[in-house]
């Protein structure tokens, strides 16, 4: 199956920023769009010699463009010539297809199991050229394989004893007491066990506030201003929003809770927030997603953390994802999808704030500046994480929760 994303991917470059949409232009819009309107009639019709043609006049048409346009534009080029190099294939076309495949991977292109079960590119499979290509997509968006090949993380205590520890907003702050009256959430929570009041919230915040993942959320980061903001049902939240808006549910129901950043190796185009809670019954922090309303378990159905759910997947480990998650109740998700491919990716190192409480990351209501902790493989950098506390330790990063204060 090839991706016909054309239209899709001018949303998507158009949405980036402010800035990014004032300078859209509409012309070269409106003609893909008439483009991607006649490759969907080619490929209804088999005409693989029509849709590669048609590829060809998008990237002709985008090379003509003055280069502030051609920059505005350039990500939708990876799927364009990965779908050119399909109907090529598809006409036997073996060295023009690996060509474009070549120029697919230098425009990003990192979709390591797509090409490797795509039958479009069988016609490819016995060419050295492909297979080259092939495994330097793998090294780069095999995100299963890269995780399984990540350097341990390495216990430090002389390290760790020197630095603080993670500290929690008392339940009894007067913004969390505001924040638990606002989404009513003794009601929400239930009568039940821990377990089954983490999980009701979770799905409760799911459920109240869609994501949005193609727009900045709004300026007041605490759980209160976003909320408010999503009110109307005309927006939603990103992974970020939400799992902030969760965090402070959770701190104002006196559960220890931080929101996590999850990171790639190599950061292209996104990383995911979701959070990390203290089970005291299970003694451990434990996986929710607001963004999917997912948990994980092992096969004996025990909920896990970030730290377990990782070291199941480099080890090969069997993992279970609730048969309630989904995306915004309209597409269920997949253990595979979710799990294996895009957590994966993102699982290469963590962060997350030193101090959880309201606003956390809130710079009007919080102007103290923000510590965060970056727990990452042994021997790993990143320039992101410049500013943060560095630390190899698990034992340390995952430490059970003190006292608030």
């Not at 509409?26 to 209804?44: G, H, P, T, W, Y």
């Not at 990383?271 to 948990?295: F, G, M, R």
Request: hydrophobic share 35%.
């Amino acid at each position: 199956m090839k991706k016909i994303l054309i239209a899709l991917c001018l949303t998507l470059c158009a949405a980036v920023s402010g800035s990014a949409q004032s300078a859209r232009d509409m012309q070269f819009e409106q003609q893909c769009d008439s483009i991607n309107r006649l490759v969907n009639v080619a490929l209804k019709n088999n005409d693989n010699q029509r849709a590669e043609q048609e590829c060809l006049q998008v990237i002709k048409l985008l090379d003509s463009r003055p280069e502030a346009t051609r920059q505005l534009y350039s990500m939708i080029l990876t799927n364009l010539y990965y779908n050119l190099a399909c109907f090529q294939s598809l006409q036997n076309k073996k060295s023009e297809a690996i060509q474009s495949l070549e120029l697919a991977y230098q425009h990003d292109y990192r979709n390591y199991r797509h090409m490797l079960q795509d039958t479009d590119l069988d016609n490819l499979r016995n060419e050295q050229g492909f297979k080259d290509i092939l495994d330097r997509t793998r090294e780069k968006g095999d995100y299963l394989y890269i995780l399984q090949k990540a350097p341990g993380y390495q216990p430090n205590q002389q390290q760790t004893d020197t630095l603080p520890r993670f500290t929690y907003a008392n339940p009894s702050d007067s913004n969390l007491v505001r924040v638990r009256r606002y989404f009513r959430l003794d009601s929400v929570a239930g009568a039940g066990d821990e377990l089954s009041k983490i999980k009701n919230i979770l799905t409760y915040i799911h459920d109240k506030i869609q994501h949005d993942g193609l727009h900045e959320n709004p300026p007041t980061a605490n759980a209160i201003g976003l909320a408010e903001a999503c009110k109307d049902g005309s927006r939603g939240l990103n992974c970020r929003g939400l799992a902030t808006v969760l965090n402070e549910c959770y701190l104002s129901m006196g559960f220890k809770s931080r929101f996590v950043t999850c990171m790639p190796k190599e950061y292209i185009n996104d990383c995911h927030v979701i959070n990390a809670v203290y089970s005291e019954s299970l003694d451990k922090w434990i996986w929710v997603d607001p963004t999917q309303n997912a948990w994980v378990t092992d096969e004996n159905g025990t909920m896990l953390g970030i730290h377990e759910v990782r070291e199941r997947l480099r080890n090969g480990q069997p993992l279970v994802l609730n048969e309630e998650a989904n995306w915004n109740n309209r597409n269920r998700t997949t253990a595979e999808e979710y799990l294996y491919d895009y957590m994966a990716k993102n699982l290469y190192y963590v962060v997350c704030p030193l101090r959880s409480q309201y606003g956390t990351e809130d710079r009007a209501g919080n102007p103290d500046p923000v510590r965060y902790v970056s727990l990452m493989p042994v021997g790993y950098t990143n320039e992101r994480e410049k500013n943060a506390l560095i630390v190899n330790d698990p034992g340390w990063f995952w430490q059970p929760p003190s006292t608030p204060d």
